[in-house]
């Protein structure tokens, strides 16, 4: 983790980091609660998103793009949406790609999408993504 960050939420299948000011949270979970597919963890976890009251991610907008990691096939989403009572938007880009032990690893960096932000999310999730072991449990 980048110096200063500090871990946010973890449980036995995520741990989530959260940056020093607060602008951006990196996360990663690995489990197989959607499916052992990249497809199908992709389609569970925005069947979540899309209920709002539960998510609380207002106003989504989805891109979906089918991608490799380690030459596996992976699915890379780009989600715009607010929070409730928050009016600067935010973005998330999340990766899922088969992992080691039936699971689906599920990369994530959640940001701000203020003008410098959006760059500092960019290089955040390359690195991480760069870095990603997707053969650990």
Same mark, same amino acid.
């Given at each position: 983790?980048?110096?200063?960050?500090?871990?946010?939420?973890?449980?036995?299948?995520?741990?989530?980091?959260?940056?020093?000011?607060?602008?951006?949270?990196?996360?990663?979970?690995?489990?197989?609660?959607?499916?052992? =597919?990249? %497809?199908?963890?992709?389609? /569970? !976890?925005? @069947?979540?998103? &899309?209920?709002?009251?539960?998510?609380?991610?207002? +106003?989504?907008?989805?891109?979906?793009?089918?991608?490799?990691?380690?030459?596996?096939?992976?699915?890379?989403? =780009?989600? %715009?949406?607010?929070?409730? /009572? !928050?009016? @600067?938007?935010? &973005?998330?880009?999340?990766?899922?790609?088969?992992? +080691?032990?039936?699971?689906?690893?599920?990369?994530?960096?959640?940001?701000?999408?203020?003008?410098?932000?959006?760059?500092?999310?960019?290089?955040?999730?390359?690195?991480?993504?760069?870095?990603?072991?997707?053969?650990?449990?």
């Amino acid at each position: 983790m980048p110096e200063g960050w500090r871990l946010d939420a973890s449980d036995d299948l995520r741990r989530n980091w959260k940056s020093p000011d607060g602008a951006h949270v990196l996360g990663c979970k690995r489990d197989s609660f959607n499916g052992t =597919t990249a %497809d199908a963890a992709a389609d /569970g !976890q925005l @069947a979540w998103y &899309r209920k709002t009251a539960e998510s609380a991610m207002e +106003g989504l907008q989805v891109q979906r793009t089918r991608t490799a990691q380690d030459g596996k096939d992976a699915v890379l989403l =780009t989600l %715009d949406y607010h929070w409730p /009572g !928050q009016s @600067a938007p935010r &973005r998330r880009v999340e990766l899922f790609v088969t992992g +080691g032990a039936g699971q689906v690893c599920q990369l994530l960096v959640d940001s701000e999408a203020g003008a410098g932000r959006l760059a500092e999310q960019a290089g955040l999730f390359d690195t991480s993504r760069a870095r990603l072991r997707t053969d650990v449990r």
